[in-house]
Every structure is written in structure tokens, then in C-alpha cells.
């Protein structure tokens, strides 16, 4: 039988998943913080019709002789680069100006299983029952108690701000998002230059409520914002400014091994690398400047280029019908062949 024949086969299954491929970038071209992907090919196993012959005293060496069998896919690769920036001027909505990714999580909130997502070093200890999942999509939304979620409803974590005040000898520890309270929010005055708040060693979902408390009494919140380190600064009614919390941000030694889930979202696969958290607000070591800034009332665009997939289309369109004239061509020798009986 014809090696063309399979050769011809080869070449339009593996065009056939690169069009695949080029299709779902094109479907995702306005699709938030969305990475498109490529297809790379390579050449399979090739027989030897005659091996290679080394120079000897009377005669040159001779190459080898061989004859490919076809082409298979070496790999699907996600392109990581960064989308274009959208503005919303939308308070709720982020993007991050550089690397790193969100970190989101499903599972109970610390009142029911005592704790947060352990952080030591940079490194998760102990999810607690937490489903941690990463993301680029900056589109955080509200529900009626104020958490804050993506837009199907993953918790969105980062850490809590811890004040400590010593006065007259008593030293009183406060937590901006205290969840041993149902989650209440506490005052934690962000322009204390003295007693700096410091971000906790875990990850907690966090809130953006109506009101904080504020020296036992309820304030409500005027306005919020998101700073460039993640910080969420909320403005009360008697114009003092409160943090009520940090969101939390991941890097990866490899983020293109990162697996894709669906709804935006990313899990740590074998080959990504562990996840390396940021560093808190006032941290002792300190490895926020590895990261990108968050820009608030933005969101990131697709990344993929639709004239490149557009051209990319046409090649690889080009490309299926040349391996299937191949086949053609192989069945019109065969019956070549089978009509020398007559």
C-alpha cells in the first residue's frame, strides 16, 4: 500500500484539530483576559529504505535514505501574552497590568472550618477545604452580603489587614475582615503612619459591605477603591479611610502548563509549578515587585489577533486540501494498477 496514503491521512487529522484550534480563538475573540492558543507540528517515525554508509579507501560515504511516514502534533501551546486594556469605569472591575492572576476559591468560608488558606512564605500550606483556582478576569461582582465573587460565584481571597494598637500599656489586635464574628468588617486605619496595618498570613474571601465597624459603632461606606498593590480603601462617612482587605494575587514558574477549566478560569497542573503567592501589605519579605499592578476599572481584552488567525486559517485551509489531493492521487495510481489485469 501507498505510504502516501497515510501520510496524506496524517497531515489532514492533525490540520483538522489546528483548525479546531484557530476556531475556538476566533469564537473568543471577545472573551475577557482570554489566552489564545497555536498548534506546532512534527515530522513521525521515518523508515530507512538504506542506512548511511561511512567513507571508506575507495569510495565517499553515503547519507542515509528515508522515507517519512507523516506528521503528528507536538503540542498545543496557550500564549500567555498580555490582552489590551479596556476601560469600564466600573469599580468592581480589575485587570492586572503585567504577571500574575487572581486567586479565587468555592468551598466553606473560614467561620465554618476555622481558617484560611495557609500562606507560609509565598507558598499554600493548607487550602482548609478551599477550592483554590486562578484567573485573569478582573469582573468581580456583589452579592447581598457583600462578598466578593467572580461572575459565577467563586470567592474571591486575599488577605486580611491586622492593626495593632498599643495604648496606656494595652495592646488591642484588629482584623479588617474578622470571620470568627459571621465576617464582620472592622475599622483598620490605612493612614496610621505609626501603627501600619500588615496583611495576615492567610487567605480569606473577602467583602466589600455597606458598613465597617468603627470603635463599636457602625460607618457606612461612602466610596471604595482598589489600589495598585490590591489593596481595597474604603471611605466612611466622617471621612476617615479604612482597609478592608488585599486581594491576593499567584504567579507561576511555568503559566502556559496552567490547565484551562472553563468560565475564565485555571488550575495548577503538573507541569505549571507551585503557585507563588504575593506578598502582603507591609510584609516582612517582600516579592510584590515580581508581580504586575491592578488597575481599577479596567478589564483585559483577548489576546488573540484575528488577522493572524484569519491567515493562519488560509494556510491551514490550504494545507488539508493539498494532503487530501495526496490521497487522491494514491487512489488514482492504485486504480492505475488494478486496471493492468485488463
Known sequence: ??????????????????????????????????????????????????????????????????????VQMAGIDTMVSQGMMQPTSRNLDAAIDGDGYFMVGTGQVPANNGAGVGINNG??????????Q?????????DEQGNLLTSDGSRV?????????????????????????????????????????VAGNTLVPLKVPDSVIKNGNEMRIKTFSIGKDGVISAVLEDGSVTGLGQIAMASFKNPAGLSKVGKNLYERSANSGEPIVRSGLNAATDNSKGYGDMLQGMLEMS????????????????????????????????????????
Open 1 to 70: 500500500m501507498l505510504r502516501s496514503l497515510y501520510s496524506g491521512i496524517s497531515g489532514m487529522k492533525v490540520n483538522q484539530t489546528k483548525l479546531d484550534v484557530i476556531g475556538n480563538n476566533i469564537a473568543n475573540v471577545g472573551t475577557t483576559s482570554f489566552k489564545g492558543a497555536r498548534v506546532r507540528f512534527q515530522d513521525m517515525l521515518s523508515q530507512n529504505v538504506s542506512q548511511a554508509l561511512g567513507p571508506g579507501l575507495n569510495q565517499g560515504g553515503v547519507n542515509p535514505r528515508q522515507v517519512g511516514l507523516g
Open 134 to 142: 486562578y484567573t485573569r478576569d478582573g469582573s468581580f461582582t456583589l
Open 303 to 342: 489576546n488573540v489577533d484575528l488577522a493572524e488567525q484569519f491567515t493562519d486559517m488560509i494556510v491551514t485551509s490550504r494545507a488539508f486540501q493539498a494532503n487530501s489531493k495526496t490521497i487522491t492521487t494514491g487512489d488514482e495510481i492504485l486504480q492505475d494498477i488494478l486496471n493492468l489485469k485488463r
Open 123 to 132: 507558598k499554600i500550606t493548607n487550602a482548609n477545604n478551599m477550592a483554590v
Open 157 to 197: 481571597l486575599g488577605y486580611a489587614l491586622v492593626q495593632t494598637i498599643t495604648n496606656a500599656g494595652v495592646t488591642t489586635t484588629t482584623n479588617s475582615v474578622d470571620y470568627s464574628t459571621n465576617g464582620s468588617l472592622n475599622f483598620v486605619d490605612l493612614n496610621d503612619g505609626v501603627n501600619k496595618p
